[in-house]
């Protein structure tokens, strides 16, 4: 009896995964913030990078004990992408990302990328990457109902690819995106060019932890990546 074997497809995130660009994300909040009058610790805005906007906010209330109406929102949103670009020279692939998604084409191994933010502030990251979103599968916040620690980011990104989101390799920095990955029933890979430990991934449901997109490759073997 012969068995067939299951095709991974690999889901991304992007920030702190693809592309080294979670401190200016934490730099972009930073910004806005101050200009709201708020403080918050850039140690605080960190541990939240990678989290839905909503979600967010949500925290910034109980963290602040500030009311932040929706106008308030909004500019905060706003500001922090407009502060985001202005970081945007800055913004490099991660060692071994391209490479990566290149092996994985050559492969015929079907990936998409799945980010909490919103395309103003993911194009910059796709341009730094070499990835033009009209050819490649991108769901960005614009496009779910909810973001991370949701799974909705993921689901739409496997329907893109019109795989079962079980099948699905989940490849994040963060905590957030191991949470989604479980309430999915996808696998979470953890990498650690976000800034999140390695328990920390762990703890959060990742059945394997790596550097960086170059680890990763390295590695691709253990997660299913073949030719």
Known sequence: MTSTRIQPVFLF????????????HVLAWKDALDAEGVELAVWRIHRR?????????????????????????????????????RYGDAIRPLPGARELLAWLTDAGIPWAIATSGRME??????????????????????QVKYAKPDPDLFIA?????????????????????????????????????????????????AIRVYEDPADLLRHIDEVGGRR
């Open 13 to 24: 995130d992007l920030d702190g995964t693809l592309v080294d660009s979670v401190y200016q």
């Open 49 to 85: 990078i990678g989290m839905s906007g909503g979600l967010f906010t949500n925290e910034l209330v109980r963290e602040t004990g500030l009311a932040i109406d929706e106008e308030r929102a909004t500019r905060l949103r706003r500001n922090h992408a407009a502060a985001y670009r």
């Open 121 to 142: 502030t993911a194009a910059v990251n796709l341009a730094a990457l070499g990835v033009d979103p009209e050819r490649t599968p991108v769901v960005t916040r614009d």
């Open 157 to 205: 990104a496997a329907e893109r690819l019109g795989a079962p989101i079980e099948t699905a390799m989940v490849v994040g920095d963060s905590i957030w995106d191991m949470l989604a990955a479980m309430r999915c029933r996808a696998l979470g890979v953890g990498l650690l060019s976000g800034g999140y430990g390695l328990d920390e991934l762990r703890d959060a449901g």
